[in-house]
């Protein structure tokens, strides 16, 4: 499920994905969005915060983890993918790059 936030904010719910499941497909949107080309070859990116939530936990606490999230991948150097400093596990984090595009 895909829904628009505010500004250029934008929610996926994953239900039923786990953590490196969820940022392989976060890794695809992130790549898939770098290869789309709008008006003269201007590039795209896209940052991602990436949380799991937690059963029971309220929405606006799961959105503001992935809000600061969003923001640390930012800081990191935008278009990248980052799981919430509380959820981190680098060593499955999956990264995806564009080798060639033609």
């Not at 499941?21 to 990116?45: D, K, M, P, W």
């Not at 029971?56 to 799961?62: F, K, M, S, Y």
């Not at 959820?87 to 984090?93: G, S």
């Amino acid at each position: 499920m895909l829904a628009r936030i505010g500004g250029e904010e934008f929610v996926i719910l994953l239900p039923g994905l786990d953590e490196q499941s969820s940022l392989l497909v976060c890794e695809h949107l992130r790549l898939a969005v770098s290869r789309l080309v709008i008006g003269s070859s201007r590039t795209l990116t896209m940052s991602v915060g990436l949380t799991l939530v937690d059963r029971g936990e309220d929405l606006a606490d799961t959105l503001r983890r992935a809000d600061r999230a969003l923001y640390d991948a930012k800081r990191g150097g935008r278009d990248r993918c980052r799981v919430a400093a509380e959820q981190v596990h680098p060593e499955r984090y999956p990264h995806l790059e564009l080798v060639a595009n033609g």
